[in-house]
DNA sequence: TTGTACGCGTTATCAA
DNA sequence: TTGATAACGCGTACAA
């Protein structure tokens, strides 16, 4: 019944009585050949059930039609609300999409993306500007298209699409200071290697100072990206110096690990602080009270890094950044001060 | 400065002083050459920044190394948590992930499958064991390796990693019973098409009527999965002829989204309702109430599929299933009736 | 243990 | 427009 080897190009060029270079171009270029002739090779494709080889495809044309993707973590719904409209939108333009996580660490990230290059990878998709220092000379040496997402800078001469982290600090410290806020405090992920979050904390001290106010070492928690930092977080925060009534989070994560730990500990937010996020993860919405946090349109930054990609791939000299736009999402976790 | 060619086999081959074939050797069996000519070998890779090409690799061996999966969606914490664990695993196995989402459509999932098949893939993770018609007649005449994730049951012939849902739903109820409720509804996502949905449904009826407890089809509601579902849910609750004092629900996403439309609402939970999830996702602990749910082992799930896959990848034979535990984390949702 | 030579299945070039 | 043929870069029997 089944046939014991699968049908070559070869096979369906010969029931379909041409030659073989023509049933590759029927296939790959249906307008460049006949009618009648791309009409014999699809009735022969579909009589034996024919698919073709992408591995010998990619080896024969130079172009695997798969870019990858290297992230922190697939599990922060930020970055997985982002890889699904990556690869909605890749797949949309005929490409497949590797992912792969480093989990914060940049050695393994330089290792990853060898391993994509060395797959056949098309392009890379990394997220943000600042790597492993021999990143720059594998990708460089590679000649593989990249682009950084989530970034506001090119890294290398690579082109980015992403958003002013740093507008996103400001407007939620813009925010805070309307609502008669004056004690701040700021809790971020890892600033090493990462220079988003670093922006984000310019911009919350950058408005401050334009205000006249202050935010010392001491008022600055620095912490792990993940819910179970806001434990150590509410304690950091409830032995300041200076009791903050605002905290300014550069990720919705620690915003909402902060505000379980708040809840569980008989902190009133808003009443008595008032908390902001950075991202708008769907989740920020269904907690109690909801997160107000800087909006990060992700799907946008999907789609956009999916298009500019396989534009890069056409093109490798196209590189046209892109950036989107925040602005901030006001929901119930901010109050008067 | 940099070499205009990217270097191949035989310039290493060249440079080590051996053949291409023993520079092959060296790299892929090293422990099959004298540990000279290894050291040459090596040494000539580093010299000339060789990476091998994949793609040719691929072609000769007849092995991508790499494993495609087809989600219903990435952005469900469900499914990001799961293909977090399954990449990383896979990738200690020195495979690479392709991952496709169909947004709960078959005909799309088919394609993706096709497309994957076409792409090289060495085997498929996919996800549940009730998919389209030809999907079966697909993976059969393509002889690719397949595991049905979240399945307790094969899909055809093709081994599973799951658990049983219907054991789920039945400690859920279980747990309600002993709080003293009696009167139930059920809210779970599309049944058509998902086998695991249905089983968790008639663990829980089946419990039901173990204790002489009915419950009518007016009393279950089928939504899709999302979170915006919650508001449809809460209204046709409040409409229910017999007012539940439990909700059962059989994801954690339909849980959280009645929770925060209950919340909205002014529906006091769990002193005016009872709610469980089913899954355990991470912010189920930061709503408020904190989500009682049926606790998934995800992670487990991801590494045993990968581990599972390369097996069945060396040994097509080998499919052998496995199963994993659920239980229930009783947490703040659920309440005296 | 090492080297030779062929095969993997397709695309691309170029002549007809 | 079509057909023959040379790459594509590596794995792998088989022979030495």
Known sequence: MEKKKKPRLSDVALLA??????????????????????????????????????????????????????????SNPIYAAFVQALQKQLAALGYHLIVASHEYDDEVELDLARGLIERGADALVLIGSEHHPRLSHLLDSAEIPTVAAWSYSPFGA?????????TGGQIAVRHLLGLGH???????????????QRARISGIIETLS??????????????????SSGDAAFRAVQQMAVAPTALVCCSDLLALGFMSAAAREGLRIPDQMSVTGFGDIEIGKLVHPALTTVRVPIEEIGTKTASMVVELIANPAAGTSADVEVDLAIRASTGPA
Not at 25 to 36: G, N, T
Not at 158 to 166: C, E, Q
Not at 185 to 190: H, K
């Open 210 to 227: 334009a205000h006249g106010l202050e935010c010392p070492p001491d008022c600055r928690l620095e912490m792990p990206f993940s819910i």
């Open 182 to 196: 004056r004690r701040f405090a700021i809790l971020s992920g890892p600033t090493t290697g990462n220079e988003r």
């Open 17 to 74: 009585g041409v030659s073989i270079g023509s049933a590759s171009k029927a296939l790959s270029e249906p307008d460049k050949v006949r009618p009648d002739t791309l009409a014999r090779v699809k009735d022969a494709v579909q009589r034996l059930g024919y698919i073709a080889d992408g591995t010998a495809r990619a080896l024969a044309s130079r172009r695997s039609r798969t870019v990858g993707t290297i992230l922190p973590t697939i």
């Open 158 to 166: 690579h082109p980015f699409v992403g958003f002013n982290d740093r």
